[in-house]
C-alpha cells in the first residue's frame, strides 16, 4: 500500500494484469452476487433524472424493479446501491443474446444520456472505500474474472491501465499520472 494524494493505493492494481473478457464471463458481474453497484450520493441523484431517458432500453423486469424500489436503494448496511431484480440480476443490466450489458451504458453509446454508469462498474475490478480523511484503492478478486486475468496476463496489461478511464473519471487526470509514474518506478 502506498498514499497518493488523499487515497491508500494497493500495489496489486499496479501488480496484477485484467482485460475484460465478455465473451468468456458474459457479464456476470452484473448478474452474480448479492447487492447492486455501489453508488454515491451524486449518482443517486443523475439515476433519478436520467432514469425516463434509460428507462426503453431496459428489459420490464427492471423497470418494474426500479419502479417498486427506486432508481437506487439502501442497503442493510446503510450503502446506496443499484436495484436487483429478484435479489440477483442489476435492474439496469440489458442482454445481447447470453451476455450482460448495461442499458444506462447503452443509453450513453447511443448519445441519449451524457453519464456512462456507475463508476463503481466503470472501474472494476477496482473497488474504492470512502473514508473521512481518505479513499481505499483496491484491487477486488472474483473468481467470475478468472479469464479477465487470464487475458490481461497474455495481453500484459496491469488492472490500472485497463481502468484507466474510469480513474481519471474518478480522481483526475494528474492522480492517474502519478499513479503512473509510481508504477514506472516499481517496474525498475
Keep these: 500500500m502506498f498514499q497518493l494524494n488523499k487515497t491508500i493505493v ?3 492494481i499496479l501488480e496484477k494484469e485484467f482485460v475484460c473478457n ?3 464471463c ?11 453497484a ?14 425516463p431517458k434509460v428507462k426503453p432500453f431496459l428489459r420490464p423486469e427492471g423497470i418494474k424493479a426500479i419502479e417498486e424500489q427506486g432508481t437506487h436503494v439502501v442497503s442493510d448496511f446503510g ?5 436487483l431484480i429478484d ?9 445481447d443474446g447470453k451476455t450482460a450489458l448495461c442499458g444506462i451504458e447503452q443509453a450513453y453509446n447511443q448519445g441519449i444520456v451524457d453519464w456512462k454508469k456507475p463508476v463503481s462498474c466503470h472501474l472494476y475490478p ?19 474474472c478468472d479469464d479477465a486475468c487470464s ?30 509514474k509510481v508504477a514506472k518506478e516499481l517496474k525498475k
Design 26 to 36: 458474459q457479464g456476470a458481474c452484473c448478474v452474480d452476487g448479492d447487492a447492486g
Design 126 to 144: 477496482i473497488r474504492i472505500k470512502e473514508y473521512s480523511d481518505f479513499a481505499a484503492v483496491n484491487y477486488h478478486k472474483w473468481h467470475i
Design 38 to 51: 455501489p453508488l454515491d450520493d451524486e449518482e443517486t441523484r443523475i439515476l433519478a433524472e436520467i432514469f
Design 79 to 83: 450503502e446506496l446501491e443499484t436495484p
Design 22 to 24: 465478455l465473451s468468456a
Design 87 to 95: 435479489g440477483k440480476d442489476c435492474a439496469y443490466v440489458i442482454f
Design 10 to 12: 494497493s500495489e496489486e
Design 151 to 180: 487475458l490481461g496476463q497474455e495481453l500484459g496489461v496491469p488492472v490500472y491501465q485497463f481502468v484507466k478511464e474510469a480513474l481519471v473519471r474518478k480522481f483526475g487526470q494528474q492522480w492517474f499520472d502519478e499513479l503512473d
